[in-house]
């Protein structure tokens, strides 16, 4: 990689032993990826859920936070989605570990470097902001993709350490989503409804995602109705990456590069778009079976609730009572969760069985101890991704609408 | 599940990749055509596939050299490939057809030796229990012997 004389100043250790670590180690990506050089950035978001971090991950980062300021200078705004843990629930979820005392340490390192906290799970509408054509350097694969597909700002994913690196070093390696060629569509797709439900989004997504199969393929999408919510296209992007490790889709007329199909295609040639119809997403929801069987948890995370899902989850409980043999869990940031209190959401959902739940997200906290634990099979959910995931963890996972959800929490079984 | 059949791929070819990262080694290979995620794929304390729709469901791939086909999933990898590291619930290897970045970054994390953008499909190429040399500074993988 080309280096100016400040980054081979700072690969030198002139700038201090973090960013000298972080320089380095980016330029070993860098290098593997053919990136020529480093392009600037001003915003990080760092992923860093305990389970993922591990013990080796957190003694990093306690290892840096040791060092002398000097040593540990920041170069960038750096948001972490270090949503912390909700003490009563996880009691509840994971009685044999202290999620909550694992966290804090974690919470104390990354404070002590300068890592602002964010209690949300896709900190694109509450932390931070970057404009169209910036690049940055976000961790999280949702946020990610949001930041290329509906921002247009530039950012390849830089997992936890590497988006620590580069809130020491102001930089990232320039490849990928950073150039103009990658940005470019490489398939396209048609949708030919309008979806009703997040689960549906989600489907969407992960049928696009797992037919593409890489980071590198861009599929435009056009999908027919009023503007989608950004909220179900959050749905159908982070399935994309959850399947097919996409970072960036066109959604036609939303994207900001991708005004059009004109706009999408030009200079490149795509064959024929692809259709993905209503049967395909019924018949991708329907395979995950479960219909009529005893459901032992509903989670509803991935992305957590925003106050208008918890409004309408609230809503299809009133009045009613979860099955005795059913853990209905609900996630949501802890000002969320905050609102939903003041408005009288949260104790209707706990007058009816249901846990309302601030913290990390189901799927990112042990999810499988916490089935061996309470010897949970059958999971419903509204969120493909929790689906996609905690099908490897053992569990029989069920993807469905909020409102079946609900509705199936209250049967205590799956209902169609 | 992996294939274990008596025949094979030819011995001493090399293939090549791009160039990789991480010290080059030596070990019986673990390869399938499926994908790979160390969040969606593992039993990290077992070290085992967990996953029950993966081709390698099952099999436990410490210690050796995994061969797939793409990277999967989000940026869970990055950290915990150098946890398994540390826990000694790593593979000795990976071996891709196509990497994602995050792959990249926890291999380089990890200092876990990692290849991919090979000329052929690696998982047609290599099957589990061949031997196998590693040499990410030049991108090439050697078949040394065939069989468990």
Same mark, same amino acid.
């Given at each position: 990689?080309?280096? $100016?004389?400040?980054?081979?100043?700072?690969?030198?250790?002139?700038?201090?032993?973090?960013?000298?670590?972080?320089?380095? %180690?980016?330029?070993?990506?860098? $290098?593997?990826?053919?990136?020529?050089?480093?392009?600037?950035?001003?915003?990080?978001?760092?992923?860093?859920?305990?389970?993922?971090?591990?013990?080796?991950?957190?003694?990093?980062?306690?290892?840096?936070?040791?060092?002398?300021?000097?040593?540990?200078?920041?170069?960038?705004?750096?948001?972490?989605?270090?949503?912390?843990?909700?003490?009563?629930?996880?009691?509840?979820?994971?009685?044999?570990?202290?999620?909550? +005392? *694992?966290?804090?340490?974690?919470?104390?390192?990354?404070?002590?470097?300068?890592?602002?906290?964010? /209690?949300? %799970?896709?900190?694109?509408?509450?932390? $931070?902001?970057?404009?169209?054509?910036?690049?940055?350097?976000?961790?999280?694969?949702?946020?990610?993709?949001?930041?290329?597909?509906?921002?247009?700002?530039?950012?390849?994913?830089?997992?936890?350490?590497?988006?620590?690196?580069?809130?020491?070093?102001?930089?990232?390696?320039?490849?990928?989503?950073?150039?103009?060629?990658?940005?470019?569509?490489?398939?396209?797709?048609?949708?030919?409804? !309008?979806?009703?439900?997040?689960? *549906?989004?989600?489907?969407?997504?992960? #049928?696009?995602?797992?037919?593409?199969?890489?980071?590198?393929?861009?599929?435009?999408?056009?999908?027919?109705?009023?503007?989608?919510?950004? &909220?179900? &296209?959050?749905?159908?992007?982070?399935? #994309?990456?959850?399947?097919?490790?996409?970072?960036?889709? /066109?959604?036609?007329?939303?994207?900001?590069?991708?005004?059009?199909?004109?706009?999408?295609?030009?200079?490149?040639?795509?064959?024929?778009?692809? !259709?993905?119809?209503?049967?395909?997403?019924?018949?991708?929801? *329907?395979?995950?079976?479960?219909?009529?069987?005893?459901?032992?948890?509903?989670?509803?995370?991935?992305?957590?609730?925003?106050?208008? *899902?918890?409004?309408?989850?609230?809503?299809?409980?009133?009045?009613?009572?979860?099955?005795?043999?059913?853990?209905?869990?609900?996630?949501?940031?802890?000002?969320?969760?905050?609102?939903?209190?003041?408005?009288?959401?949260?104790?209707?959902?706990?007058?009816?069985?249901?846990?309302?739940?601030?913290?990390?997200?189901?799927?990112?906290?042990?999810?499988?101890?916490?089935?061996?634990? /309470? +010897?949970?099979?059958?999971?419903?959910?509204?969120?493909?991704?929790?689906?996609?995931?905690?099908?490897?963890?053992? %569990?029989?996972? !069920?993807?469905?609408?909020? /409102?079946?959800?609900?509705?199936?929490?209250?049967?205590?079984?799956?209902?169609? | 599940?992996?294939?274990?059949?008596?025949?094979?791929? @030819?011995?001493?070819?090399?293939?090549?990749?791009?160039?990789?990262?991480?010290?080059?080694?030596?070990?019986?290979?673990?390869?399938?055509?499926?994908?790979?995620?160390?969040?969606?794929?593992?039993?990290? @304390?077992?070290?085992?596939?967990?996953?029950?729709?993966?081709?390698?469901?099952?099999?436990?791939?410490?210690?050796?050299?995994?061969?797939?086909?793409?990277?999967?999933?989000?940026?869970?990898?990055?950290?915990?490939?150098?946890?398994?590291?540390?826990?000694?619930?790593?593979?000795?290897?990976?071996?891709?057809?196509?990497?994602?970045?995050?792959?990249?970054?926890?291999?380089?994390?990890?200092?876990?030796?990692?290849?991919?953008?090979?000329?052929?499909?690696?998982?047609?190429?290599?099957?589990?229990?061949?031997?196998?040399?590693?040499?990410?500074?030049?991108?090439?993988?050697?078949? @040394?012997?065939?069989?468990?």
């Amino acid at each position: 990689m080309n280096l $100016t004389h400040h980054e081979q100043a700072m690969l030198d250790g002139a700038h201090g032993r973090a960013a000298q670590w972080g320089i380095e %180690y980016q330029q070993r990506v860098g $290098t593997f990826f053919d990136a020529e050089d480093f392009v600037p950035i001003r915003l990080v978001h760092i992923s860093t859920d305990r389970e993922t971090m591990g013990d080796s991950g957190l003694r990093f980062i306690e290892e840096l936070a040791a060092m002398p300021p000097a040593d540990r200078r920041p170069r960038a705004f750096a948001a972490a989605d270090f949503r912390g843990f909700d003490a009563d629930a996880f009691r509840f979820l994971l009685p044999g570990r202290d999620l909550a +005392g *694992e966290s804090e340490e974690a919470a104390v390192a990354l404070g002590k470097l300068g890592v602002a906290a964010s /209690h949300a %799970y896709i900190n694109d509408h509450s932390v $931070t902001a970057p404009t169209f054509g910036e690049a940055c350097g976000y961790s999280g694969t949702p946020s990610v993709i949001y930041m290329n597909s509906f921002v247009g700002a530039r950012c390849n994913f830089e997992a936890g350490p590497s988006s620590l690196a580069a809130f020491f070093t102001g930089r990232v390696p320039r490849y990928g989503f950073h150039l103009d060629d990658r940005r470019r569509a490489t398939h396209a797709f048609r949708v030919d409804f !309008t979806p009703k439900h997040a689960a *549906e989004w989600g489907a969407i997504g992960a #049928l696009i995602g797992r037919k593409l199969n890489s980071y590198w393929s861009v599929p435009a999408i056009e999908i027919p109705g009023a503007r989608p919510a950004v &909220l179900s &296209l959050n749905h159908m992007a982070l399935n #994309l990456a959850s399947y097919g490790s996409i970072a960036m889709c /066109h959604v036609v007329g939303i994207t900001p590069e991708a005004p059009d199909w004109q706009t999408v295609t030009a200079g490149r040639r795509i064959d024929t778009a692809e !259709t993905i119809a209503r049967k395909d997403v019924r018949e991708f929801l *329907e395979n995950w079976g479960g219909v009529g069987e005893p459901v032992d948890v509903v989670a509803l995370s991935t992305p957590q609730l925003c106050i208008t *899902e918890i409004a309408e989850v609230a809503e299809l409980l009133a009045g009613r009572k979860v099955h005795a043999d059913t853990t209905l869990l609900i996630y949501a940031p802890l000002e969320i969760k905050r609102a939903a209190a003041a408005m009288g959401y949260a104790k209707t959902i706990e007058d009816a069985g249901g846990r309302l739940v601030h913290g990390h997200d189901f799927f990112a906290t042990y999810a499988r101890e916490i089935r061996e634990a /309470h +010897g949970w099979q059958r999971l419903m959910t509204h969120s493909v991704k929790v689906a996609n995931i905690c099908e490897g963890y053992g %569990y029989k996972p !069920t993807p469905a609408s909020l /409102h079946r959800c609900i509705d199936s929490a209250v049967a205590g079984k799956v209902l169609p | 599940m992996s294939d274990s059949r008596s025949s094979g791929p @030819e011995v001493g070819i090399a293939l090549i990749g791009h160039v990789g990262m991480g010290p080059a080694v030596r070990g019986i290979a673990l390869a399938a055509a499926d994908d790979f995620s160390t969040r969606y794929d593992l039993d990290r @304390e077992r070290g085992i596939f967990s996953r029950p729709s993966h081709k390698l469901y099952g099999e436990s791939y410490v210690g050796r050299i995994l061969v797939l086909n793409a990277a999967k999933g989000g940026v869970a990898s990055a950290w915990m490939l150098r946890e398994m590291v540390t826990m000694e619930k790593a593979p000795l290897a990976l071996l891709l057809n196509d990497a994602n970045p995050v792959m990249a970054q926890g291999a380089a994390f990890a200092n876990l030796p990692f290849i991919d953008r090979f000329q052929t499909d690696i998982t047609a190429a290599i099957r589990t229990g061949n031997t196998l040399y590693v040499d990410p500074a030049k991108g090439v993988v050697t078949i @040394e012997r065939r069989g468990r």
